[in-house]
């Protein structure tokens, strides 16, 4: 049997793109699919194009009564999905016309696979071709993407992968796909395909470029908060963790976004979580310390 790729959607605010990620949809060479749409309360013309491709029945598109966060939205569109494969496609960016026929087959020639991403393309505003990311790839042996992120778009999983799960974190706001590629990768088994499939785009309202210093700054606290939640689960699971040392340094980065976005009980969580797991790292703590009084 044909599978069927359940595409998630989130949609906040990108009207200017929603053609371009739609039609890329559309013009698949491998047709068994639903594309799920969920706009998050937007307050541009997203919802006014996106009715425009309603007349195909695999189009569903939701809208949220209130603004929820990316966390919630995509959560929602999980919930909805029928599929056998969920594919993660954001409204600013585009699919290669033959993304779900190359994963279609991946998944049918590797039946014990789980989870298939792919190479990406970094796309300027207009989708000109720049690079193909460099730090995508295959995971050494032994690593995870706790250690080493190496996971973009292309993303797809299993649906009885994701049930495995917690699920999308509706709470967060920012590192969303990061939190649930840990929550996949413990259940599950990953391949990678040196074939870029996805365009992403880098434009200015998009969070690797925004001007917003507060959107920053949630975003690398968020990307924390989800590497030592990760941390959390697989010391209970014994899967494949980072070391005590190795993870008390990386909850320093939160520090400083926790402190700017004024979490100050977070801010002290983190730091007394990391002197508690490697206690040896005083005169950074210190060094640390002196400089947010200074600042």
């Not at 209130?66 to 919630?72: E, P, Y």
């Not at 799960?165 to 967060?172: I, K, R, V």
């Not at 309202?205 to 975003?219: A, F, Q, R, W, Y």
């Amino acid at each position: 049997m044909d599978i069927k790729f359940s595409i998630i959607m989130a949609s906040y605010n990108n009207a200017n793109f929603a053609r371009d990620a739609i039609e890329s949809v559309l013009a698949q060479s491998y047709q068994n699919w639903e594309l799920l749409i969920v706009d998050d309360a937007s307050n541009d013309r997203s919802a006014v194009i996106i009715r425009e491709y309603l007349g195909d029945k695999r189009i569903k598109f939701f809208q949220n009564k209130k603004n929820l966060g990316v966390g919630a939205t995509k959560r929602k569109c999980a919930e909805m999905a029928t599929g056998d494969i969920f594919a993660v496609l954001d409204i600013d960016d585009v699919l290669d016309k033959n993304a779900l026929l190359t994963m279609e087959r991946e998944y049918r020639e590797n039946p014990e696979v789980d989870f298939v991403y792919s190479d990406t393309y970094e796309c300027d505003e207009n989708l000109a071709v720049k690079r193909v990311l460099p730090w995508v790839g295959e995971l050494e042996s032994g690593k995870t993407n706790l250690h080493t992120f190496k996971v973009c778009q292309l993303r797809t999983f299993k649906k009885v992968l994701y049930k495995k799960t917690e699920g999308y974190n509706p709470e967060l706001k920012s590192a969303v796909d990061k939190d649930i590629i840990y929550k996949l990768e413990e259940k599950g088994r990953l391949k990678y395909i040196k074939i870029p499939l996805y365009y992403y785009r880098i434009h200015q309202n998009g969070i690797s470029k925004t001007p917003d210093v507060n959107l920053k700054n949630l975003g690398r606290l968020s990307g924390v908060l989800a590497e030592r939640n990760a941390y959390r689960r697989r010391k209970k699971s014994g899967f494949c963790n980072l070391t005590r040392k190795e993870m008390s340094v990386k909850l320093l980065d939160g520090l400083s976004p926790a402190i700017r976005l004024k979490k100050i009980i977070l801010f002290f969580e983190l730091f007394f979580y990391s002197i508690y797991l490697y206690p040896f790292n005083l005169k950074r703590y210190r060094i640390f310390i002196n400089n947010i009084i200074k600042k």
